[in-house]
């Protein structure tokens, strides 16, 4: 009986286990198919039937990538990009998901009625008046406007009330007893207490930040003032692409968000499961 | 410490909806001021509107001379001990119990000489270093008190500070809640749907329903004395036997007749009744529990009040036993000695404390004699 129990338990053990191996070594594929293909002659990238290794391995892609693309200046302005939009989504976030949250004020409702509006309608609307407030401006080719649509974020603001609406109201009024002023409860008492919600936001929009192609590309044409991701878009040619070098790009292009996972691994998955982003 | 008063203090929503009606109280200094009702009686309201998180719609709130409807809560100079006891959860024991002082901009000294003074009175001492949720519920408690006292307020404001704590916890910290009043010589709002709080805690209680101040006494004299209905009903655990009765004059007495029952009431009663024209029209007789007796002496000393009744549920306490029964339709409950024969189907033979029968009238449910 007890021996038989263990069998089954085994089974179903070893079942899981082979249900998340393969599932792994799916997720897992096409990142070691890009570290072996950025080792690989053109040519060879692109025989049928496909080889696995490298037949030689060409560090030159990567010198290649190195010397086609200004890696220093991506690294940089992908970096101020992210930063700045993780501090303004956060800041600004976090202020206005207190105000809906905990405050009474005349048209509440309304304004937050407009941010849900915002959050359903899709992006790529926004993308033409924005572009031409910045061009008007004389903005582009900067980092304020690869920051630009990020200065504010209805998800975050939503995301961020919806914490706020967790924290009881008594801990705001003991606050206001204990003799804070509203910007006091606010800073000192409240905030603090969001402040997972507020790591998982800022993990958000950074790897939303990090792979936003489409703005970055339309906005900053200098290719001194791309990002990571629209450098490595004109590695792409019209009539051919050499995939190896883009693959070593890709890679290089990569590094950043590993080290930075690597250091941060716990709020990564908290904020992938709070925000249900990937 | 400090004196409070509520001169028509009333609460009125922007929807109409009236809270709190023409609420009127004189707190003296060092006094222990219970609110007691039941859930929506505005009991908590007016707490709030004293402490300054509710506006007050119209009257007076004075403390210690001065009007305060218009101060901020932080300048009233109260504390308030929360229900749900309102830590901050990212602070330490320490740092909840110092913030308000730090806000202040005291010196660093002077708050850890507060801080460690009201640590030492609550036992807390070596729990200053922890976070709120390491603490268990009674411990969590004591701070929310250690956090009020060291403001050194005038007034405590305690908004059902025990209600989140088991049985045998709760009867603890009541206790310690009383040596703290007569220890700090506070000035204590207390607000509680607790009535043994209520009983054993307060100097005074004010009892309220819908808003309305129903009676603002001693716990004794709630007790002995409740001016309607409601009050009687309100107060005493388990609460007090009522039913409607005919008042009538037989043989020079008067009797009140119920279900089949018939009483003779004492002089006093039988003058109250008719002075007040009472003979011949339906009133409320009232009997607390413990005065409804089974044993030989009191059915001897109380004959006129002798009635049968079959025992539906008999549950024993250890020191005394309640006996459930019907009335007619209503049912009772009699807290007998423990030693009583009685179990559940039997017939037992039952005498109400003539002394102790309260009568309400009907219409009014305002006390006629008790």
């Known amino acids: 009986m007890n021996s038989s129990l263990e069998r089954s338990r085994k089974i179903r053990t070893a079942g899981v286990y082979a249900f998340f191996i393969i599932g ?37 892609n990567y010198s290649d990538a190195t010397a086609s693309l200004p890696f220093l200046s991506l690294y940089k302005n992908t970096a101020l990009m992210i930063f700045w939009r993780v501090v303004c989504a956060v800041v600004f976030s976090s202020m206005a998901g207190y105000a809906f949250a905990k405050l009474n004020f005349k048209g509440k409702n309304i304004l937050f009625s407009l941010v849900l509006i915002q959050m359903m309608l899709p992006s790529q609307i926004f993308i033409t008046p924005q572009y031409q407030m910045l061009a ?126 690597l250091f941060f691994q716990k709020q990564f998955i908290e904020g992938v499961a709070m925000t249900g982003g990937k | ?75 009233r100079d109260i504390a308030m001990v929360f229900q749900s006891y309102a830590l901050y959860p990212h602070m330490t024991v320490y740092d909840n119990m110092a913030f308000s002082l730090k806000l202040k901009k005291r010196p660093k000294d002077e708050i850890d000489r507060a801080v460690r003074e009201a640590a030492r009175i609550l036992d807390l001492e070596p729990l200053l270093d922890r976070k709120p949720r390491a603490l268990s519920g009674g411990q969590r408690q004591r701070v ?37 009043h007569q220890r700090l010589g506070a000035t204590i709002i207390y607000v ?20 309305v101040v129903q009676q603002i006494d001693t716990p004794q004299n709630l007790y002995d004395h409740p001016c309607n209905k409601f009050v009687a009903g309100f107060i005493g655990s388990p609460q007090m036997n009522m039913i409607t009765a005919d008042a009538l004059e037989e043989n020079g007495n008067v009797v009140l007749k119920f279900a089949g029952q018939s009483i003779v009431l004492n002089a006093e009663r039988a003058k109250a009744l008719k002075d007040g024209g009472y003979v011949g029209q339906k009133v409320i007789l009232g009997i607390r529990p413990e005065d409804v007796h089974s044993d030989e002496e009191s059915l001897n000393k109380f004959p006129g009040t002798v009635f049968e009744a079959e025992v539906r549920v008999y549950e024993m306490l250890g020191a005394s036993a309640l006996i459930y029964f019907n009335i007619g339709e209503t049912g009772w409950v009699a807290s007998v000695d423990a030693s009583t024969k009685a179990r559940t189907g039997d017939t037992v033979r039952l005498a109400m404390d003539t002394k102790k029968i309260h009568i309400f009238d009907y219409n009014t449910e305002k006390t006629i004699v008790d």
């Not at chain 1, 504010?152 to 109201?169: E, K, N, W």
């Not at chain 1, 008594?170 to 804070?180: H, K, M, Q, S, T």
């Not at chain 2, 509680?192 to 005074?204: C, F, I, P, V």
Request: proline share 5%; aromatic share 10%; with cysteine.
């Open chain 1, 24 to 60: 792994s070594v799916i997720m897992v594929f096409p990142f070691v198919w890009m570290f072996l293909t950025s080792f690989k002659t053109v040519e060879e990238s692109m025989i049928i039937p496909p080889t696995i290794l490298p037949q030689a391995w060409q560090g030159k």
């Open chain 1, 136 to 261: 008007k401006l004389g903005l582009t080719n900067t980092v304020f406007a690869l920051v630009f649509p990020g200065l504010v974020s209805a998800f975050g603001t939503f995301f961020l009330r919806q914490a706020y609406l967790g924290i009881p109201d008594e801990i705001a009024e003991a606050a206001y007893l204990d003799g804070c002023n509203q910007w006091q409860t606010f800073v000192k008492v409240m905030a603090p207490l969001t402040k997972s919600s507020m790591a998982a936001l800022a993990v958000f929009t950074a790897v939303f930040a990090y792979g936003d192609l489409m703005w970055p590309l339309i906005v900053n044409t200098d290719i001194n003032m791309m990002t990571l991701s629209s450098g490595l878009a004109t590695l792409r040619g019209q009539f051919s692409t050499n995939f190896p070098v883009m693959m070593a790009g890709s890679l290089l292009a990569m590094v950043p968000m590993v080290v930075l996972y």
């Open chain 2, 1 to 75: 410490m400090a004196s409070v008063q509520l001169k028509n203090v009333c609460k009125k929503y922007p929807n109409g909806y009236e809270a709190v009606k023409d609420f009127n109280l004189d707190i003296e200094d060092k006094e222990f001021i219970i609110f007691v009702g039941p859930s929506g009686c505005g009991k908590s309201t007016t707490l709030r509107m004293i402490a300054g998180l509710e506006d007050i719609s119209s009257g007076e709130l004075i403390i210690d001379g001065k009007v305060v409807n218009d101060v901020e809560p932080k300048d």
């Open chain 2, 144 to 180: 929310a008190m250690g956090r009020a006292i060291v403001r050194n307020p005038k007034v405590f404001l305690m908004d059902e500070p025990l209600s989140n704590l088991d049985a045998k916890l709760r009867g603890q910290m009541r206790v310690e809640i009383s040596k703290l």
């Open chain 2, 192 to 211: 509680t749907h607790d009535q043994t709080e209520a009983m054993t805690l307060g100097t005074r209680i004010v009892v309220m329903k819908d808003g």
